[in-house]
């Protein structure tokens, strides 16, 4: 079958921090590598390429349209799949990713023939070999299909990870970043995080502990990666020494010579001094740490296993071995403006290369928005205005126009005092620094706006 998989295109209204900035669709190289040995498929990144969905299908002539979501563009996806079946009513359409699994019946509708609760190896295949055949499919495990009335079952409860194909997005790749790293892969190890914070849905999509890919799969994705730049993508890339080793090992072996960047614990930065810094000789170059906040008591009731002499302590010691840090902070609602203040001053001592900052957002799917329903802003379907970004609670401490006010204050104070613009062009480039900028000012513009309303 002729397949086209598409990622929609950026939301615009969303407030994100790198909105000029995207990784490679890696789900969608997923799923190609499951079908591509039977089927003729391409990748279409609405990111990437500014074209008519309309045109594309005219030219390529799809049977079937797979289209990824993420968790805010619910509405735009159904739009893409509206215009694909009235472009053409035999078009198969097919929903899959994040949203398809947290949220499926948000796509229930006359436009999406199916959606992919999760996506495995045995499920894609199986549906597939029923469309070929033109034939109605059965209930297929993880798949709610229209014309079953959505029904499924639920053997799995996560998408499969396959190697990807990354060739599927040769015409891209130099599109795809990481911060100021241009051209970057991503990539993963394993899956699943045993921190199991209570704001966050990531484990709770993809387990409570971690799951490791076997080790030569994550060699063989490296070694297929041309980019001199890899994100690892796994939730505390740090944790585990012996996985850091092996890596390290075989980097020493191949003498393979990358950019690392990838996610770390405060607690497994503690843990693992040595081996960090081996990873650092072998090419790590920058460690992404949820700090979260300035207060130990806000620290545990996320669910953090870690303190704020934790946070100090790893902070002194990535400083000492001159490892970049890029802070991520969680503004709680209940603060005041002397909480604020403080937060201000604790960036100070902390002192990572580059720091930003989300509102707490209590996602649909976490025990977090019962817990603040009654002070919810934003309905569980307004999908864009849940980005990370909007304030999503409304705040005890003050208005909410004040709490804007002190974001935007906090904003100025990161981007003007905090974040070193010399670190960054030294690092990076004038070029990168100005798309980064581009991404702070329209950030900027954004909560201004917010704050008028
Ligand atoms: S460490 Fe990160 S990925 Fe793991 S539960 Fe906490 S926020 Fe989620």
Known sequence: MKVLLVRP?????????GEFMYSEPIGLEMVYAMLEA???VEILDLMSEKICIEDKLADYEPQVVGITTLCIDVPAVKELAERVKKYGGNIITIIGGTQALLNSKAFFSDAVDHVMKYTTTENIAQLYNYLELGAEPP???GICSRINDYQTTNKHDRNEYVLPNR???AKYRSKYSYFGYKPSAIMGTSQGCAQNCRFCLRWRIEGAK???FPIDFVKEDILNIKEDNIMIFDNDFLHNSHRIRELCDFLEMEQIQKNFICYGSVKSVLKNKQVIKRFQNLGLKAVLIG?????DDELNSYNKKSTIQDNIEASRFLKEIRLDVWASFMLHPDWSVEDFKDFRKYLKTLDPEVSSFSPLTPFP???LYAEYQDRLLVGKEEYEKWSFGEVTIQPSGMSLRRYYYEILKTNLHVNLARNNIMYLIKKFGVFSVLRLSAGSISLFIRYLKLMRQ
């Open 9 to 17: 295109p950026r939301i615009k209204k969303a407030i994100a921090l």
């Open 38 to 40: 039977k089927h003729q």
């Open 139 to 141: 209930i297929i495990d």
């Open 167 to 169: 060739e599927s997005t």
């Open 210 to 212: 971690e799951s490791y």
């Open 291 to 295: 700090y979260e906040t300035f207060k």
């Open 365 to 367: 799917n976490l025990p």
